[in-house]
């Protein structure tokens, strides 16, 4: 008997949330196409489909019932702020669907328009060098004043450092879990967990409820690398889990990026050995970009968030501003900064900065607070 597109959905979140059913089994028995039959079959009905027999028995006592109670989660709009997303549904994104093993089924919390735009995966080590986290700082907030979405796995280090770099710059940032979307992991994270979960993406393949587990990080990995255009590796040691998500970009067809560093930090040994291998050395985010003008440019002209939409808001309302005094404006827009600050986030001259600074002064745009602190007026 055929069945409907939504109940189809449902026993795929049934069979996803089924334990001892894994990826394998759901694409054996969805090729083999899925019907309200199913609902009824007993133990030998399911192992004649190559199911084990613990899970035919599991199947056979609580499929109906875990489909009926998928689809009562699923006429909801939300469960508790999270979304299912199945491999059926027309926002399970595209680049996904064309990767190895994509997930059948995902959960999420926060904005799904994320996963539209161009994005790139930042990762690294969970214990960086004072190099790779301002290294990391930099190139993931140029990247998001370009309008590129920043894809990571909310661990320590690298991905905390990118996550929170982005969301600094009001940027779109995406946290791709190994556990349940609901569970904060790090603990430590619980505040960028709330704030990703605010203004940006929480997913999982885990259902909600499911704890962290070592296991789980190297498979989330691929639908890090399957989301986004590219990997960025910034700091990684041979041995690095970051270098799963790298080779899951290039089974996926993906680019890998690597930043270079000191020969004699056991940091870059895992990014040189990349870069021996192909991988792009990245200097600066031009090394990226000039790889997705396309993509960039359609993002530009939907005015998704990015530096075109920053430059439209301030644009806008400041008339008579040289580029140099717009971007310098658009930076303390996020909050008033010293002169140490504006120059590692400019990275200019420091005489530029200052005849800019003087000029806005001039213009009555900012003001200058004791200790070279500035700010809008």
């Not at 959960?107 to 690294?124: E, I, K, M, T």
């Not at 930099?138 to 905390?160: F, H, N, P, Q, Y």
């Not at 359609?298 to 430059?311: D, I, L, W």
């Amino acid at each position: 008997m055929s069945t409907s597109p939504r109940y189809e959905k449902a026993m795929l979140v049934a069979l996803h949330e089924t334990e001892g059913i894994g990826w394998k089994t759901i694409d054996n028995l969805y090729a083999s196409g899925l019907h309200m039959d199913m609902c009824s079959y007993g133990v030998k009905d399911w192992t004649a489909m190559g199911i084990r027999v613990e899970a035919a028995h599991r199947l056979s006592l609580h499929f109906a019932e875990a489909v009926e109670n998928a689809g009562n989660r699923l006429s909801k709009e939300q469960n508790e702020g999270i979304r299912v997303i199945c491999i059926l549904d027309s926002m399970y994104p595209d680049m996904l669907k064309s990767s190895p093993r994509p997930p059948w089924v995902m959960y999420a919390r926060g904005s799904l328009d994320l996963l539209n735009g161009p994005s790139l995966a930042v990762v690294g080590t969970r214990v960086p060098t004072a190099y790779g986290r301002k290294v990391a700082t930099l190139l993931t907030e140029d990247l998001v004043i370009k309008g590129v979405t920043i894809v990571s796995g909310l661990a320590r280090g690298i991905d905390s450092i990118a996550h929170a770099a982005a969301l600094k710059q009001n940027g779109k940032t995406i946290a791709v879990l190994g556990a349940g979307v609901d569970t904060i992991y790090p603990p430590e994270n619980r505040t960028l967990y709330e704030e990703i979960a605010q203004q940006g993406l929480l997913l999982s393949e885990y259902p909600p409820g499911t704890g962290a587990h070592p296991g789980y990080f190297p498979q989330r990995n691929r639908i890090i690398a399957g989301i986004t255009l590219g990997t960025l590796v910034v700091e990684a040691d041979i041995r690095s889990g970051s270098l799963i998500t790298s080779d899951a970009a290039l089974e996926a067809g993906r680019d890998v990026f690597a930043v270079p560093g000191p020969i004699t930090s056991p940091k870059s040994r895992g990014t040189l050995e990349l870069i021996k291998q192909g991988a792009k050395l990245v200097t600066g985010i031009e090394d990226i970009t000039e790889e997705y003008q396309r993509q960039l440019k359609e993002a530009a002209e939907k005015s998704s968030v990015g530096a075109h939409t920053y430059t439209k808001d301030y644009a806008s309302s400041v008339d008579g501003l040289t580029k140099e005094e717009m971007e310098l404006y658009h930076m303390l827009q996020q909050g008033p900064g010293s002169v140490d600050e504006l120059l590692e986030r400019t990275r200019w001259e420091f005489g530029l900065l200052h005849s800019v600074l003087l000029s806005l002064i001039i213009k009555k745009q900012i003001t200058q607070l004791p200790g070279a602190i500035y700010k809008l007026i």
